[in-house]
């Protein structure tokens, strides 16, 4: 009896191995998307909160209070940040420099005490220990000069990042707290980076361990931190805000002489981002790109969406009216136009103090030009002039003059910055343009299998003036796209129908124009999928349910009672 029960038992299971096996791989189903055969997976993590309890926000100085005036306004700022994030002013501890006279800002509104060592101390592993516990931390962040692992302090003993992360063990010790945020703005900030990186704890800071700071003079703060915090406001993750940040950096050109770095994988040595911007990299940023500060809420957002093409001007007295075109959520508190002349150099910075006590300077932001733009009727266009006759000696210089438009809300966001090019050239006329434009499909993925309908992009760009994008399928022109006389350049798109198209290989190019005549083309080769059920083979599909069908009839004519008994009477 037993046999006669496994027995058809194993029957049954072969029969259901032998249907699925007809349906395509085993254990695998496979799904066709738009533009390729895919298997399906699970997808990117959700951010989650970082669950943080409290912020202690830690203003640093020197005993010549250079440039405190930035230190406590972009300190003022991040308190003003967590607020929007959701914290209250009774989450925030704010330490901030006693030093102020008629030269120095007042201390801040919203401090709480002075900045000291024995301050720090206390409110890390005192304050902090009253908020905090195993499932919610604690953020902190920092901003000074910097030196080489110490944080100046005037009058007192500096911060070094053995104390630093003594406070914090003690921390975690005595309340169980397994996430802590550090986010350090300071020449030399990823020198706290090791011993400080540990389990659960999120490094961010503005430059690497021997590379300078750069505070941002039309805004009273620093570049790196001014772009990170806005983008967390604009409810970007930690590894998001850090990204961010890195792409201002550069934008503003300071990209070969400062380098963020970033560590969540406890192994105490930072990252950059990788070569396309991105992270993770080098081990770090997984974790940062999944945690939020703060509330999903609140999310004030801003883009400047449209700007002009490069100009060519003479070397003669001239204004050159500029605009550019804004859209936030919110209120716009100022618009820059920050001219960089050809061939500027980032200010070098002060060497550091050999006395360890002074670390080093925050690089300010010099060489360059501002220009405040005004949109006088409300409409998002924000309009301005560059004149020649203001600053003969700053365009006294032929070549390229890199224009930077850079936008900021009154909630403190930032948009992400946006460039032109102003070319001061004998005659003022474009030199003839012999360079080709650049041109790439971006979509679909090249040797895609297709089905359904289907997006094809093209991207294309040039140093002067791009005119136009082609798109041709199997060398048929199927789209073209005219380009505006502004920037960015609109994305040339085609909604491919793959069932107009046979089974098999097929060619899709993109060709971009410039407006001097030169073009540039590029191809991929897809593939239109045959007529089907998505996913499955149909000579297996079609095999495998004959073989299917004809085993259930053998099996149940086999254990079927009814037929046994008919044949044993005959």
Same mark, same amino acid.
């Given at each position: 009896?037993?046999?006669?029960?496994?027995?058809?038992?194993?029957?049954?299971?072969?029969?259901?191995?032998?249907?699925?096996?007809?349906?395509?791989?085993?254990?695998?189903?496979?799904?066709?998307?738009?533009?390729?055969?895919?298997? *399906?997976?699970?997808?990117?993590?959700?951010?989650?909160?970082?669950?943080?309890?409290?912020?202690?926000?830690?203003?640093?100085?020197?005993?010549?209070? /250079?440039?405190?005036?930035?230190?406590?306004?972009?300190?003022?700022?991040?308190?003003?940040?967590?607020?929007?994030?959701?914290?209250?002013?009774?989450?925030?501890?704010? *330490?901030?420099?006693?030093?102020? @006279?008629?030269?120095?800002?007042?201390?801040?509104?919203?401090?709480?005490?002075?900045?000291?060592?024995?301050?720090?101390?206390?409110?890390?592993?005192?304050?902090?220990?009253?908020?905090?516990?195993?499932?919610?931390?604690?953020?902190?962040?920092?901003?000074?000069?910097?030196?080489?692992?110490?944080?100046?302090?005037?009058?007192?003993?500096?911060?070094?990042?053995?104390?630093?992360? /003594?406070?914090?063990?003690?921390?975690?010790?005595?309340?169980?707290?397994?996430?802590?945020?550090?986010?350090?703005?300071?020449?030399?900030?990823?020198?706290?980076? !090791?011993?400080?990186?540990?389990?659960?704890?999120?490094?961010?800071?503005? %430059?690497?361990?021997?590379?300078?700071?750069?505070?941002?003079?039309?805004?009273?703060?620093?570049?790196?931190?001014?772009?990170?915090?806005?983008?967390?406001?604009?409810?970007?993750?930690?590894?998001?805000?850090?990204? @961010?940040?890195?792409?201002?950096?550069?934008?503003?050109?300071?990209?070969?002489?400062?380098?963020?770095?970033?560590?969540?994988?406890?192994?105490?040595?930072?990252?950059?981002?990788?070569?396309?911007?991105?992270?993770?990299?080098?081990?770090?940023?997984?974790?940062?790109?999944?945690?939020?500060?703060?509330?999903?809420?609140?999310?004030?957002?801003?883009?400047?969406?449209?700007? =002009?093409?490069?100009?060519?001007?003479?070397?003669?007295?001239?204004?050159?009216?500029?605009?550019?075109?804004?859209?936030? @959520?919110?209120?716009?508190?100022?618009?820059?136009?920050?001219?960089?002349?050809?061939?500027?150099?980032?200010?070098?910075?002060?060497?550091?103090?050999?006395?360890?006590?002074?670390?080093?300077?925050?690089?300010?932001?010099?060489?360059?030009?501002?220009?405040?733009?005004? !949109?006088?009727?409300?409409?998002?266009?924000?309009?301005?002039?560059?004149?020649?006759?203001? /600053?003969?000696?700053?365009?006294?210089?032929?070549?390229?003059?890199?224009?930077?438009?850079?936008?900021?809300?009154?909630?403190?966001?930032?948009?992400?910055?946006?460039?032109?090019?102003?070319?001061?050239?004998?005659?003022?006329? =474009?030199?003839?343009?012999?360079?080709?434009?650049?041109?790439?499909?971006?979509?679909?993925?090249?040797?895609?299998?297709?089905?359904?309908?289907?997006?094809?992009?093209?991207?294309? !760009?040039?140093?002067?003036?791009?005119?136009?994008?082609?798109?041709?399928?199997?060398?048929?022109?199927?789209?073209?796209?005219?380009?505006?006389?502004?920037? =960015?350049?609109?994305?040339?798109?085609?909604?491919?129908?793959?069932?107009?198209?046979?089974?098999?290989?097929?060619?899709?190019?993109?060709?971009?124009?410039?407006?001097?005549?030169? %073009?540039? %083309?590029?191809?991929?080769?897809?593939?239109?999928?045959? =007529?089907?059920?998505?996913?499955?083979?149909?000579?297996?599909?079609?095999?495998?349910?004959?073989?299917?069908?004809?085993?259930?009839?053998?099996?149940?004519?086999?254990?079927?009672?009814?037929?046994?008994?008919?044949?044993?009477?005959?």
């Amino acid at each position: 009896m037993v046999k006669k029960i496994l027995k058809k038992l194993y029957i049954k299971i072969l029969m259901l191995f032998i249907l699925f096996s007809s349906l395509g791989t085993f254990g695998g189903v496979h799904i066709q998307n738009s533009d390729t055969i895919e298997q *399906l997976d699970e997808g990117p993590k959700p951010a989650v909160s970082a669950n943080l309890a409290a912020w202690i926000i830690i203003a640093g100085d020197r005993s010549d209070h /250079d440039k405190l005036s930035y230190i406590r306004n972009g300190c003022d700022e991040v308190f003003l940040a967590l607020q929007n994030r959701g914290f209250a002013a009774s989450d925030i501890y704010y *330490l901030d420099p006693a030093w102020t @006279d008629t030269e120095s800002p007042a201390q801040s509104s919203y401090r709480d005490a002075d900045t000291t060592l024995a301050n720090i101390q206390y409110a890390i592993e005192t304050w902090a220990a009253g908020k905090v516990d195993a499932t919610h931390g604690l953020g902190i962040y920092l901003f000074d000069h910097g030196g080489t692992g110490y944080m100046c302090i005037p009058g007192s003993p500096e911060l070094d990042d053995d104390d630093l992360n /003594d406070y914090l063990d003690n921390l975690e010790t005595n309340t169980g707290v397994n996430r802590i945020i550090i986010v350090y703005e300071a020449c030399h900030a990823g020198s706290f980076i !090791d011993p400080v990186s540990k389990d659960n704890r999120i490094v961010v800071t503005a %430059t690497d361990i021997t590379h300078n700071s750069h505070v941002n003079a039309g805004h009273d703060w620093a570049v790196f931190s001014e772009s990170f915090w806005s983008s967390i406001i604009q409810c970007n993750t930690i590894g998001e805000a850090f990204e @961010d940040a890195v792409v201002d950096v550069a934008a503003l050109g300071y990209g070969g002489s400062q380098f963020p770095w970033i560590d969540d994988n406890h192994d105490e040595t930072g990252s950059e981002v990788d070569s396309s911007g991105n992270l993770p990299n080098g081990g770090d940023g997984n974790d940062a790109l999944n945690v939020w500060i703060g509330s999903g809420f609140n999310c004030w957002e801003i883009l400047i969406f449209l700007r =002009p093409i490069r100009w060519f001007v003479p070397i003669l007295p001239f204004s050159i009216p500029v605009w550019v075109m804004v859209e936030t @959520d919110s209120v716009v508190e100022s618009v820059i136009a920050r001219v960089v002349p050809p061939n500027w150099v980032p200010p070098a910075g002060e060497p550091e103090d050999p006395k360890g006590v002074e670390g080093k300077k925050l690089v300010e932001d010099t060489g360059v030009q501002q220009t405040y733009l005004y !949109d006088r009727d409300g409409d998002g266009n924000f309009t301005g002039n560059l004149d020649f006759p203001n /600053d003969q000696d700053f365009w006294g210089d032929e070549g390229d003059y890199g224009v930077n438009f850079i936008a900021k809300t009154q909630k403190g966001t930032l948009a992400k910055i946006e460039s032109s090019v102003v070319t001061v050239i004998p005659g003022g006329n =474009p030199p003839t343009d012999t360079t080709l434009p650049s041109i790439s499909i971006t979509a679909p993925s090249p040797n895609a299998v297709l089905s359904g309908s289907v997006g094809v992009i093209a991207e294309g !760009d040039d140093d002067q003036a791009l005119d136009k994008i082609q798109i041709h399928v199997d060398g048929d022109l199927v789209e073209e796209e005219i380009m505006p006389p502004y920037l =960015p350049y609109p994305q040339a798109t085609f909604n491919l129908d793959s069932s107009a198209y046979s089974s098999g290989a097929h060619n899709i190019s993109a060709t971009a124009f410039d407006e001097a005549g030169n %073009t540039r %083309t590029t191809s991929i080769s897809v593939s239109i999928a045959a =007529p089907g059920i998505p996913g499955f083979s149909i000579p297996i599909l079609i095999v495998g349910s004959i073989v299917g069908i004809i085993s259930i009839i053998v099996a149940q004519f086999k254990h079927n009672p009814r037929k046994k008994l008919q044949k044993s009477r005959n």
